[in-house]
């Protein structure tokens, strides 16, 4: 008998959980900083909800209509012969490949709260405030232990079951991040720089507008959503048929949309009011917020709330991403909870190890431009390759007669109470979606640099 969550609310903050995560608190700020603020801003919300939205409501039909994880849906849903339950097995590969850099970064997060819970963040010069990021990547048992922290406690939770465990632990979180968000908000609008920060965050600046822009917000669309890897099918396959599943993702959207947003309303008014770059790149959050509560009144509480919530936003995302493999692993081997937390806790685990050392004893592995590591290698075949072509198989499956087919999908995303999509919207789910999806991957692909100045469209327009 397959599992249920207990309760509407617990889908919606476990789906939520899901999605927000370091994309949002982490990722979203800096992509935000170095592509111009505002004017990526507006096109992450734009593909959000023109692409984002019915890519989610997709994954959560294949996997109400299939009621399997994601290594299974296809054989379901497919007709005999085909073969589209290949991308099955690679949605669980993508999954794997997503925790093996993620968890590192979550475990970042913890060691930072620790640290400035224990108050040896602050008090102490700017420039050692700023090299106590580097010391931490550099020490390979630091580097390790938390991140083996994080793994531990995430697969322990899964190993208590669907509603005691995952539903439980994560209802409590996502309340307690809201709130905590909602403090660190409010004392934001009170620094100098509040005004000027907001304005580079919210003021569309459409001199900014690049091609690199439009990417990176529909790459981070994706990635915050963690869509295109059935993340969400699988729990779409935990629920029941009283609600429209149109309808629940919005509510998701707009809790993920909520959470990003006002991410970015905590650090902006930091950065301007304490002189720190906003287009640091992804040690925004660590070097740069590090030095701004090290300056700021009571920064050694404030620093450990940020981190608090960063670690709880990330650590929902880790236990859902978990809990989408070892639905995969048990439905292929038929192993109990338990017994496959422990082997994927530790399969994951060793896994995660390449990327927590790529910064200390692997450091020499550069796979693309000379400051790049391990962890760039695997978010690139996760952000740039998983996630949209991923979306794109299942956008084509569910709209293609050689797939399920638009009628299947649309009567399982109608059914229940709530939200409704329209038949008057084929098209545009059918081949506009998928038009775009493709486009913007392989202007990701073109335009990413692959080594120090080389680029695939620098090095087309070099032979002409």
């Known amino acids: 008998m397959r599992e249920r969550l207990g309760s509407r609310l617990g889908f919606i903050l476990l789906s939520a959980g899901c999605a927000i995560g370091v994309g949002n608190v982490w990722k979203f700020p800096y992509m935000a900083g170095q592509h111009g603020g505002g004017i990526f801003v507006l096109f992450y919300i734009l593909f959000l909800v023109l692409l984002g939205l019915p890519v989610m409501v997709m994954e959560f039909s294949l996997g ?3 009621q399997s994880s994601p290594v299974k849906l296809y054989q379901k849903l497919e007709k005999p012969g085909q073969k589209w339950h290949l991308h099955g097995y690679g949605a669980l590969a993508a999954n794997v490949l997503l925790m093996m850099f993620y968890t590192s970064v979550t475990g970042w997060i913890l060691y930072y709260f620790v640290k400035f819970l224990a108050g040896d963040m602050t008090g102490i010069t700017n420039e050692v405030s700023g090299q106590l990021f580097y010391n931490m990547q550099a020490d390979p048992a630091v580097m390790v232990g938390f991140m083996a922290i994080v793994v531990m406690v995430a697969f322990l939770i899964l190993s208590f079951g669907l509603q005691k465990g995952v539903e439980r632990i994560t209802k409590y979180m996502m309340i307690v991040l809201l709130f905590l968000m909602i403090i660190l908000a409010i004392n934001g609008f009170t620094l100098s720089g509040a005004k000027e920060g907001l304005t580079f965050y919210l003021k569309p600046d ?12 529909m790459n981070q669309a994706f990635f915050t959503l963690s869509l295109g890897i059935g993340s969400m099918a699988i729990f779409g396959s935990y629920i029941g048929k009283d609600r429209s599943l149109t309808g629940e993702s919005v509510n998701i959207l707009v809790l993920d949309t909520f959470v990003a947003i006002v991410a970015g309303l905590i650090i902006f008014p930091a950065c301007f009011t304490y002189d720190v770059q906003p287009n640091a790149g992804p040690k925004l959050l660590f070097v740069s917020m590090a030095k701004v509560f090290n300056n700021m009144p009571g920064g050694r509480w404030w620093g450990s709330l940020f981190f608090l919530f960063m670690f709880f936003a990330a650590m929902s995302t880790v236990i859902a991403v978990c809990e989408n493999i070892l639905a995969c692993i048990r439905e292929l081997t038929g192993w109990n909870r338990r017994k496959a937390s422990i082997i994927c806790g530790v399969a994951v685990l060793l896994l995660s190890v390449p990327c927590a050392l790529g910064f200390n004893l692997l450091s020499g592995f550069t796979p693309f431009t000379s400051e790049s590591s391990i962890m760039d290698f695997e978010d690139f075949f996760v952000s740039y390759c998983a ?3 991923g979306s794109l198989c299942y956008v084509l499956f569910c709209v ?6 638009f009628d299947n999908f649309i009567k399982e995303a109608n059914t229940g109470k709530g939200l409704k999509l329209k038949k008057w919207m084929r098209p545009y789910i059918a081949y506009v979606i998928p038009t775009v999806i493709a486009v913007i991957f392989l202007m990701g692909i073109v335009n990413f640099e692959f080594a120090d100045g080389l680029t695939i469209l620098g090095w087309i327009k070099s032979l002409i």
């Open 206 to 217: 459409f001199g900014k507008l690049s091609g690199n822009t439009i990417v990176g917000a």
């Open 387 to 389: 996630l949209p072509l």
């Open 400 to 405: 293609s007669k050689y797939g399920w087919g």
């Open 64 to 66: 109400r209509a299939s």
